[in-house]
């Protein structure tokens, strides 16, 4: 078949709202139901098969009800693990040969599946397995990875049109390969589309994959598998083992083939995948691209020219949606004392002592629970810690309560310390710092805050004043990589927000653009000469 196809132009996925009354919150709660009284086999996925993995047990409960069992799966043994990275390496030639019209059109099949048959099953397995709410799991679960999947197939087709100019006589060509190997992903608990983009936005560009998402994000990632199962995938492209990552890690990351590392997680994890690519760099085939979006701690920095309320609303939501388990919630905010005393303060300290936290199925919530206890644990140190510190006080919250669910309470901390480690530890909770300045100290402030922490994912300013929005985005230039004037720093859209940092944060090699998808191609240079020469001497020498 000879045609050059263009493929369909990608819009954002419309957003449900859930309102009482409303189908679709009456068909999430069925789904809801359903899910929840299933004990779910949760196997892995090797070469086009489910397959038990021969390690320990891993119980996978509801974060707000921790006693509930969702499902149970087994970690994969070294050997299974190999078995996976053999799985993806079988499957490469013939994927990569695949006309790239045809990948696309599995990915785009998937990303209509999610956005019909599948949508109440993705979003019900967020909301159970990782404690978010109908509104915090329908922008993740089911738009964003729609947009993911819609997007990157118009991104790829970009890339591949990108072709070098020829001169007279000539054509020249680009062939944007896959890598030399296999890609290993890496993916958190607290997104399940960036759990499904990581190991898809390599596959689209005719990589095959070995993925292990978190172990608290397998029911999500069981029902991932079986979209993109049931939207055609090959067998063997992507294949999804579970477990501990030292164990699978460790024979993934010694394969000479490996060509690629997508990651999203801690800064100490990448770095030690980091680290162990280096290690092995003499063995590899070819040199493995890594790809990470890592941690943040991400600020609000306000004028005295900000509006209050719109300072204030963004303060909670940005700190508080999803209990701060976002890489770019809000965890340090800097305001002008006039703000703080005209009402800030008692506005966000009020508005934090209303949001409710509780069972996301009650869709009266804001909130659910932290994911577990190790999260838990690290929070409630935290508290124990700034309770005898005398540059602390805590405005809101600072309780938790794990009888249950592993509940943290919204918390605001003032601290008159701008060096505290509110201000540059990274807690993935739903903690904000607050450093309360005299507004005369702005721009010392804006300087301190840009360079006190070590990573630089996300950070909003707040202002009216349009001189001082100039200055200041100048100042805060390279503290983060996705930065919001007057909007909260967390929400971006696929398309309209490339979303990644760098410093600590990561690469920055933009989810949601073509900056991510370029980095999973090879390009090879293809010269075609239709009249070549017969004569060796060259004109000078006549």
Request: glycine share 8%; aromatic share 10%.
């Amino acid at each position: 078949m000879d045609a050059l196809f263009t493929v369909p132009t990608p819009v954002n996925e419309p957003v449900c709202d859930y309102a009482p009354g409303s189908a679709e919150r009456d068909s999430l709660l069925n789904r809801l139901g359903e899910l929840a009284k299933t004990q779910h086999v949760l196997d892995m996925h090797i070469g086009g098969k489910d397959r038990r993995g021969g390690g320990e047990e891993i119980k996978v409960v509801q974060p707000h009800k921790h006693a509930h069992v969702l499902g149970v799966a087994h970690a994969a043994t070294s050997e299974q693990a190999a078995d996976a990275v053999a799985a993806a390496k079988k499957a490469a030639p013939a994927w990569s040969r695949m006309p790239f019209e045809d990948r696309a059109a599995i990915f785009l099949k998937a990303a209509e599946l999610l956005a019909g048959p599948w949508r109440d099953t993705i979003n019900g397995a967020t909301i159970l397995g990782q404690s978010k709410t109908a509104m915090q799991a329908e922008i993740d679960a089911a738009c964003e990875l729609i947009d993911f999947l819609r997007f990157n197939v118009h991104f790829a087709e970009q890339i591949y049109s990108k072709q070098a100019i020829s001169s007279k006589g000539l054509w020249n060509r680009t062939d944007h390969r896959p890598l030399d190997g296999f890609v290993y992903a890496v993916t958190p608990f607290n997104f399940t589309a960036i759990a499904g983009n990581l190991p898809t936005s390599p596959a689209l560009m005719g990589n095959t994959v070995v993925w292990k998402p978190a172990s608290t994000q397998l029911l999500s990632a069981h029902f991932t598998m079986q979209v993109l199962r049931a939207a055609g995938l090959p067998d063997g492209v992507i294949n999804m083992v579970h477990g501990p990552g030292p164990e699978i890690s460790d024979v993934v990351m010694s394969d000479k083939d490996l060509s690629g590392v997508h990651f999203t997680g801690s800064t100490a994890v990448f770095q030690h995948l980091w680290k162990t690519v280096g290690t092995n760099i003499a063995n590899y085939r070819s040199y493995p691209r890594l790809v990470g979006e890592t941690g943040g701690k991400d600020f609000i920095i306000a004028h005295e020219s900000a509006n209050i309320d719109e300072l204030a609303v963004a303060i909670v939501r940005g700190s508080f949606e999803y209990q701060g388990q976002k890489c770019s919630a809000v965890s340090r905010s800097y305001v002008p004392r006039s703000l703080w005393e005209a009402g800030v303060r008692d506005k966000v300290v009020q508005m934090a002592r209303d949001v409710s936290y509780g069972d996301p199925t009650d869709f009266s919530n804001f909130g659910g629970a932290v994911i577990d206890k190790r999260a838990f644990d690290k929070h409630t140190a935290l508290f124990d810690r700034v309770s005898g510190d005398d540059s602390c006080e805590v405005l809101a919250g600072g309780t938790a309560d794990d009888s249950v669910g592993y509940f943290v309470d919204p918390t605001v901390i003032e601290c008159s310390d701008p060096t505290h480690e509110l201000f540059h530890t990274e807690y993935f909770g739903p903690i904000v710092g607050v450093h309360v300045f005299e507004d005369n100290a702005f721009d010392s402030v804006v300087n301190q805050a840009a360079d006190i922490a070590p990573y630089a994912l996300t950070g909003a300013l707040f202002a009216t004043d349009r001189e001082v929005i100039g200055r200041t985005s100048e100042a805060l230039r390279f503290a983060a990589g996705n930065y919001y004037i007057n909007d909260k720093p967390t929400g971006a859209v696929v398309g309209q927000q490339p979303f990644g940092g760098s410093r600590g944060s990561g690469t920055n090699d933009k989810a949601g653009s073509w900056q991510n998808l370029v980095r999973w191609v090879s390009p090879r240079s293809i010269k075609e000469n239709f009249v070549p020469p017969t004569e060796y001497k060259y004109p000078h020498q006549g």
